[in-house]
């Protein structure tokens, strides 16, 4: 016999968990949350190794544009020492030196000949935006047009490149918004000739970390202020009747519903479909294959014996824009809690030295202290990673990088690959996606939302997707607007103080 409720929510990451909020907060009963993993968190959670160092996901900041979301973030975690504030402390790594970010503000420390390129570059764009007629189209024409060719080639194109997987060339600028800062070319030329840097820049210029259990821990926590039997983990969506109102669950199970909340992938959702007609059905299968693009980010875990290096400090996160290392990104992982790694007690052998041509180390188990590094990578088919030896590319990538020395003692390492891991703000993704998510909601009360149920970078962060849930929700029981899939430059642009707490 098929389950009944009013709405189905599929997916205990942060936008489900957002859906689950709301409902819960009103006080309804009929509605069911189902999960093909064992726990909640989706992209947003935490994984241990063997040693005892945690890793999420890449790097993971919260920086909240949402009163609702921090009050349900401190109601699962209230206690003061559930969470550690750190000031963002962060670099990029260009011609061996630390460039502070925002790069483009900072190309003071340089060296002369870069310092020139870029700042000729930042007049041709002056000059090019002030004769533009018409918006760039391409993120490239964007870098151009805001930065000009010395920023371009030495920073943002090979930089975005790494991130992205694809070129700069194939992706489009509307979901800039806030996340990119234009250069002040007067601040940068009087930095560079004062041998000056500019200070903190944007919205995450400090941020706050769950002192255990990692960004994990945070929806875990979530996940227990929410009624328990509502809550179907081990339960994969397989088919979903649009028509019929069903979800089909691959134990065979049958779920009927009003409303669903889907945060599976927008593709592995139409994919999936049945009760639509073959047509509708085809066209949403073909823009969603033709037109959403996306990544997979390897995740590169390290752990390392030895108090934290000076060379180090009290760095958060670290841009690699060159080919002197695989990742675009490292975090300090340790400096986000102490947690992050085994107490220094804790008697662990070394695996190996970051490089290996320094020796065989000895097997005994010795105490720490120990830190932990991050590492992101992403692949796609226009950037193939291979997958065997990334490991052993990233310590190298670390050497070269100078986050590790030669004699680095390796104690724990970590490698898992997500696919899909980054939605791509590709060209005719806006297209693709107002082909079908109006379609699915208006015709059959399936709203498709979060990272890669609505497939937009720009509000796909964890304040935003859960949001993304708790909006999904009022529009389909009251029909409201939801602003964070609707305007994202304005949810972006401002915070968003309303509580939500009675309707
Ligand atoms: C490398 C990286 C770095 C990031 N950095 C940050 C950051 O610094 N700050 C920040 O705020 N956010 C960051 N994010 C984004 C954050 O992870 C997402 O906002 C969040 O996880 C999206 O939540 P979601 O619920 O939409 O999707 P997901 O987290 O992907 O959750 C989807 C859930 O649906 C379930 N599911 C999927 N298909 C099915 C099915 N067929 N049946 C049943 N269940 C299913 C999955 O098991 C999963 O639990 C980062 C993400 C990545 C990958």
Redesign the pocket.
């Known amino acids: 016999m098929a389950t009944e409720v009013d709405t189905l929510v599929?997916?205990?990451?942060?936008?489900?968990?957002g859906a689950a909020k709301r409902l819960n907060q009103l006080n309804l009963s009929s509605w069911l949350l189902?999960?093909?993993?064992q726990e909640?968190?989706?992209?947003?959670s935490t994984d241990v190794t063997d040693e005892g160092f945690l890793f999420d996901?890449?790097?993971?900041?919260?920086?909240s544009h949402y009163a609702y979301f921090d009050d349900v973030l401190n109601e699962a975690l209230p206690e003061k020492d559930d969470w550690y504030e750190h000031q963002r402390v962060s670099y990029v790594r260009s011609r061996n030196v630390w460039v502070p970010y925002p790069f483009q503000n900072n190309i003071s420390v340089l060296p002369t000949e870069d310092q020139v390129k870029c700042i000729e570059g930042m007049v041709d764009a002056a000059e090019a935006r002030f004769r533009a007629s018409a918006p760039p189209k391409t993120f490239d024409e964007w870098i151009l047009r805001m930065m000009g060719e010395g920023l371009a080639d030495l920073f943002m194109r090979p930089y975005n490149y790494k991130v992205w997987a694809v070129p700069t060339t194939h992706m489009q600028c509307k979901w800039l918004g806030e996340r990119v800062a234009a250069p002040n070319l007067k601040l940068v030329i009087s930095n560079t000739l004062n041998k000056k840097v500019a200070g903190n820049w944007g919205p995450n210029a400090t941020f706050r970390f769950p002192a255990r259990d990692g960004t994990g821990g945070i929806w875990k926590a979530v996940a227990k202020t929410l009624p328990q039997d509502r809550l179907k983990y081990g339960?994969?969506?397989?088919k979903v009747n649009a028509e019929g109102h069903t979800a089909e669950l691959d134990d065979g199970t049958t779920i009927k519903y009003k409303n669903l909340v889907s945060?599976?992938?927008l593709d592995?959702l139409v994919n999936n479909l049945e009760g639509i007609d073959d047509a509708t059905v085809t066209q949403m299968q073909t823009a969603a294959k033709e037109r959403l693009v996306y990544s997979s980010?390897h995740?590169i875990g390290i752990g390392i014996r030895g108090e934290l290096p000076n060379r180090i400090g009290d760095k958060c996160w670290l841009y690699f824009p060159e080919d002197d290392c695989p990742f675009y990104r490292a975090t300090i992982f340790s400096n986000y809690s102490p947690n992050n790694c085994p107490q220094s007690s804790v008697k662990l052998p070394t695996l190996q030295y970051a490089d290996p041509a320094t020796g065989t180390p000895s097997s005994d188990a010795k105490e720490g202290p120990y830190w932990s590094l991050m590492m992101?990578v992403s692949e796609s088919h226009l950037k193939p990673v291979n997958n065997e030896t990334l490991l052993a590319d990233t310590i190298r990538g670390c050497v070269n990088t100078q986050l590790l020395l030669p004699d680095s003692e390796i104690v724990s390492t970590y490698h898992r690959k997500?696919t899909p891991?980054?939605p791509t703000p590709s060209l005719e993704r806006d297209s693709a996606l107002q082909e079908i998510l109006p379609a699915l909601a208006d015709r059959f009360n399936i709203f498709s939302?979060?990272?890669?149920?609505s497939w937009k970078y720009e509000v796909?962060?964890?304040?935003?997707?859960f949001m993304?849930?708790v909006e999904a929700v009022d529009r389909a029981l009251f029909g409201s607007n939801e602003m964070t899939l609707e305007s994202p430059d304005f949810v972006n642009g401002r915070r968003n103080t309303e509580r939500r707490l009675a309707h």
């Open positions: 599929i997916g205990a990451g942060p936008t489900g968990l189902v999960d093909a993993n909640a968190g989706g992209l947003a996901v890449g790097g993971h900041v919260i920086f339960k994969k969506v397989v945060t599976m992938g592995y980010t995740v992101e997500f891991g980054y939302r979060g990272r890669f149920g796909g962060n964890q304040d935003h997707s993304l849930g």
